[in-house]
């Protein structure tokens, strides 16, 4: 049996979640920064439309197969041998998508892509192509990035995390400032190079303090179980799908707002409406990593499912006093800077995401549990569904033509998000029971 103070309480999980939380609200933060300050540029519309619609989504896109090295690093840099293992396989998937970017951006791939598969607006087609080739540090940063902070969340550093994704917004905020004044500088430009130098600094950042984190608890860790490569794309492959599928939605969204109802407009404000969305969920997201820290520390899975509980309903109760109130109102007119008939589009438009803070902080729950006992597939198979459902809801939105592809768009979104959530929970439903079963549970590898 545990002693009582070796279990876990409520004071360190809030202790390993709010730095993580703080991070990912300030980065939360990048997008509506950029919104607000790109309305209130010339030609808002074609512009948010260039980022919101076309640049932001094909660059998470072909940064995908890194976007786990986050959980993947949390989870498996236990040791240096493991340490360098990953290393060595972030930096060459690195400069393998950095490679792609420069295809997309640079060649003639991009008016097929864009032009062709996409189908934007042609307004847009220019503005997006300039912002691409902005963001070509872009896929390395965030490799770079997440696979540092997972060690430093690792070995007990997510405060750092945190300072560091200050940096990242402080960056963004000088640049976007600097753009503002200026007031020539098209919108495009000055959004693409607010969050491609913002990625640098905080990049640069967890570099420096790293290394420290390296020398003194990486290096002399113990080896109780070498990683092995095998063992370690096990582990990344089925996530690394997860996130080219989960990413690779976002341009079929772009693509089919522009073949619904207003396109312009709903493309303008996909990124408006989803920072919004994101901001509220953001700390739900935190909550992934927390769960796959602490989750086999004795105690620590009622008091997770607790909080998770806590969580879901405190932000989707938020959205709603937002979609509700006029605060509404305040965000999307005087924040964001929106003017009618935009404005009134982006209102409406947030009750199709009502579920969607709440569906986070469960996602966070499962997908964690899952994790801990390296049940990567399930991820896959959820995100799997996830794309089924949304390309269901969004091809009867383009063959029905009746309803704005905003509110198309959320809804897919919304629909989907659940379907991945009930299936997580099926799939963890055997390791939920043993773990809350397990009330004696010392600390676990």
Same mark, same amino acid.
């Given at each position: 049996?545990?002693?009582?103070?070796?279990?876990v309480?409520r &004071?360190?999980?809030l &202790?390993t979640w709010w730095p993580l939380?703080?991070?990912w609200?300030?980065?939360g933060?990048?997008g509506?920064?950029?919104?607000?300050?790109?309305?209130?540029?010339?030609n808002p519309?074609?512009?948010?439309?260039?980022?919101?619609?076309?640049?932001?989504?094909?660059?998470?896109?072909?940064?995908a197969?890194i976007?786990?090295?986050l959980?993947?690093?949390?989870?498996?840099? &236990?040791?240096?041998?493991?340490?360098?293992r990953?290393?060595?396989?972030?930096?060459?998937?690195?400069?393998?998508?950095?490679?792609?970017?420069v295809l997309?951006?640079f060649?003639p791939?991009?008016?097929l892509?864009?032009?062709g598969?996409?189908?934007v607006?042609t307004?847009?087609?220019?503005?997006a192509?300039?912002?691409?080739?902005?963001?070509l540090?872009?896929?390395?940063?965030?490799?770079?990035? @997440?696979f540092n902070?997972?060690v430093?969340?690792r070995f007990?550093?997510?405060?750092t995390?945190g300072?560091?994704t200050?940096?990242?917004?402080?960056?963004?905020?000088?640049?976007?400032s600097i753009?503002?004044?200026v007031?020539?500088?098209?919108?495009i430009?000055v959004? *693409?190079?607010?969050v491609a130098?913002?990625?640098v600094?905080?990049?640069v950042?967890?570099?420096i303090?790293?290394?420290?984190?390296?020398?003194n608890?990486?290096?002399?860790?113990p080896v109780e179980?070498?990683?092995?490569?095998?063992g370690?794309?096990r582990f990344?492959?089925?996530?690394?799908l *997860?996130?080219?599928i989960?990413?690779g939605?976002?341009?079929i969204?772009s693509?089919s707002?522009?073949r619904?109802?207003?396109?312009?407009e709903s493309l303008?404000l996909?990124?408006?409406?989803?920072?919004?969305?994101?901001?509220?969920?953001?700390?739900?997201?935190?909550s992934?990593?927390?769960?796959i820290?602490l989750i086999?520390e004795?105690?620590a899975?009622r @008091?997770? @499912?607790r909080?998770?509980?806590t969580?879901?309903?405190?932000?989707?109760t938020?959205l709603?006093?937002?979609?509700?109130?006029?605060?509404?109102?305040?965000?999307f007119?005087?924040v964001t800077?929106?003017?009618?008939?935009?404005?009134?589009?982006?209102r409406?438009?947030?009750?199709?995401a009502?579920p969607?803070?709440v569906?986070s902080?469960?996602?966070?729950?499962?997908?964690g549990?899952?994790?801990?006992?390296k049940?990567?597939?399930?991820?896959?198979e959820?995100v799997?569904?996830y794309?089924g459902?949304?390309a269901?809801v969004?091809?009867?939105?383009?063959a029905?033509?009746g309803?704005?592809?905003?509110?198309?768009?959320?809804?897919?979104m919304s629909?989907?998000e659940a379907?991945?959530t009930?299936?997580?929970?099926?799939?963890?439903r055997?390791?939920q029971?043993?773990?809350l079963?397990?009330?004696? @549970?010392?600390?676990?590898a």
């Amino acid at each position: 049996m545990a002693e009582a103070s070796d279990r876990v309480t409520r &004071k360190q999980i809030l &202790k390993t979640w709010w730095p993580l939380a703080v991070s990912w609200l300030l980065m939360g933060l990048e997008g509506p920064l950029v919104s607000l300050v790109v309305a209130r540029l010339a030609n808002p519309e074609i512009h948010l439309a260039a980022y919101g619609g076309v640049v932001f989504p094909l660059a998470l896109f072909i940064e995908a197969p890194i976007v786990m090295l986050l959980a993947a690093s949390t989870a498996l840099s &236990k040791d240096w041998p493991a340490y360098c293992r990953i290393r060595r396989f972030m930096h060459i998937t690195s400069a393998s998508l950095t490679a792609v970017h420069v295809l997309v951006a640079f060649t003639p791939l991009y008016d097929l892509v864009v032009g062709g598969l996409l189908g934007v607006p042609t307004e847009v087609l220019g503005p997006a192509r300039i912002g691409l080739m902005i963001m070509l540090p872009w896929t390395w940063s965030i490799a770079y990035r @997440r696979f540092n902070q997972g060690v430093l969340i690792r070995f007990g550093h997510s405060l750092t995390v945190g300072f560091g994704t200050g940096i990242r917004l402080v960056s963004n905020a000088v640049i976007l400032s600097i753009g503002y004044l200026v007031g020539s500088i098209e919108g495009i430009v000055v959004a *693409t190079a607010a969050v491609a130098t913002s990625v640098v600094s905080e990049a640069v950042y967890v570099a420096i303090r790293v290394r420290p984190v390296l020398r003194n608890q990486v290096r002399p860790a113990p080896v109780e179980e070498p990683l092995s490569l095998a063992g370690f794309f096990r582990f990344y492959i089925p996530l690394s799908l *997860t996130s080219v599928i989960l990413l690779g939605i976002r341009p079929i969204v772009s693509a089919s707002l522009s073949r619904m109802p207003l396109p312009l407009e709903s493309l303008a404000l996909w990124s408006v409406v989803g920072g919004l969305i994101f901001l509220l969920r953001s700390v739900s997201v935190a909550s992934n990593e927390v769960v796959i820290a602490l989750i086999g520390e004795a105690g620590a899975p009622r @008091r997770l @499912r607790r909080f998770t509980t806590t969580l879901a309903a405190t932000t989707g109760t938020l959205l709603g006093i937002v979609t509700v109130t006029g605060l509404s109102r305040l965000w999307f007119g005087t924040v964001t800077g929106l003017e009618e008939p935009l404005m009134s589009l982006a209102r409406t438009s947030l009750w199709f995401a009502l579920p969607l803070p709440v569906l986070s902080a469960l996602q966070s729950w499962y997908q964690g549990i899952v994790l801990h006992g390296k049940r990567t597939r399930s991820i896959t198979e959820a995100v799997l569904i996830y794309l089924g459902v949304t390309a269901l809801v969004l091809g009867v939105g383009i063959a029905w033509s009746g309803m704005t592809g905003l509110y198309v768009g959320l809804l897919s979104m919304s629909l989907a998000e659940a379907a991945r959530t009930a299936w997580l929970a099926w799939r963890s439903r055997r390791m939920q029971r043993a773990l809350l079963a397990d009330t004696s @549970r010392g600390p676990t590898a």
